[in-house]
């Protein structure tokens, strides 16, 4: 039995050009593994319309879910919403729901409900709004792609929201053991380790601090009782 | 005239498992702007040599040239050499010149050069090596596609040694003005400046802090005067 695969879309100029780091990568990587959805790739691309609709088409066929980030706002970078309602050929427009939740927000806020925070409520026929209980405006789900903001606080909320609507699979559990000897002093047993247990993923990641080389090993899978022995196996091939 | 365009391959489960955060993208993205190559898409994915010879395929084919970080070490889980000749129909093997050069490393550190760090010369036929200072092992340019090490420290050197041989064009040129209002208020005289300078990217990317909403208005172009002349009109529209 695998478990079902995602993929993410990042969409934002501010990290191709270097400004920003991404952080909805590494948090949305560590919440999927933990219920069992395998990400198998994440795109970033920039704020072309062309390259957004083309994107979660290929995403959408691809894999089972994807998760979007960035580009909702009330800006007129803001493309996201309108290109993926072109991916999937559907009529986007404001929504009343979605101006409900807008209108209920600013007006306690004491804030103008004005022509660009409207933008906020253009959501496709057919999709479903993700709660946004971090800034109200809505992301939303059409077809298997989740819409979601840019700003962590809110993409995180937003996940939340979503990750209990989803079919896990088993989660992947991940042990990792440090050895400080050189990658190709332990490629050889390694290799036959990974032979060993071909139900689990053996990687070898290496680094290099004040002179030193080693590689930490992560042995990563499904089955606990596979991973405890083959991390067993590893430590004895090793030891300190 | 526009800039010569690429996109990034980071090969590597490890992300994409949420055990570790790339470093690589933000470091490159950064590189590449300042020499007038637009990095237009970064793709993440698995240790899955199918899905890295469609990647590179398919990225080599779209963009001007693409930058590969992850897997070319001596263990099992290395695979993005083979990976790369196969994408292009290329034969690989180990060659004498990447062979040389380990063993000069290998017999300075008094290591041995055995069958696993031999996997380190497997290089596809007319590739070019790329030197690594830090750590002997050499990356390789084939076609217009730069395989590199994922370690950041050899990340990076690579890069320089790779960057000077690229034809750049203007580099990428970037003003941020903090506006402490929300994205709502801006949105409208924001859109307008957009449509003012079209030969510019104006991006407003929202914060939110200790309960203040504000974003930052990014400018960002390859004309100096133009980029000058819109951060002017901003800041005038928006006077602290």
Redesign the interface.
Known sequence: MTNPTAAMLVIG??????????AN?????????KIGI???????????PD?IVAAVQALSQSFDTVFTSGGI??????ITADCVARAFDTHIDIRDDARAILAAH?KKAG?EL????L??ARIPDDAALIENP??AAPGFSIKNVHVMAG?P?VFQAMVASILPTLTGGAP?L?Q?LRINR???????P??AL??DFPGL????????KNGV?G?NI?I?GTDGTQVDAAMMQLAGLFPE
Not at 13 to 22: F, M, P, Q, V
Not at 182 to 187: K, Y
Not at 201 to 208: A, K, T
């Open positions: 100029d501010e990290i191709l050009s270097g400004r920003t780091r991404d990568m590494h948090y949305l990587a560590g919440e999927l593994a395998d990400l198998k790739e994440v795109r970033v691309i920039s704020d072309d390259a706002g009330p800006t007129h970078d803001d600013y804030t004005n022509t660009a925070r933008r906020m971090v800034s700003v606080a992947l991940s990792t050189g990658e190709g002093d332990i490629a050889g390694l290799g990974a032979q993923s053996i990687g070898s990641y290496p680094f290099q080389y590689a992560v990563r």
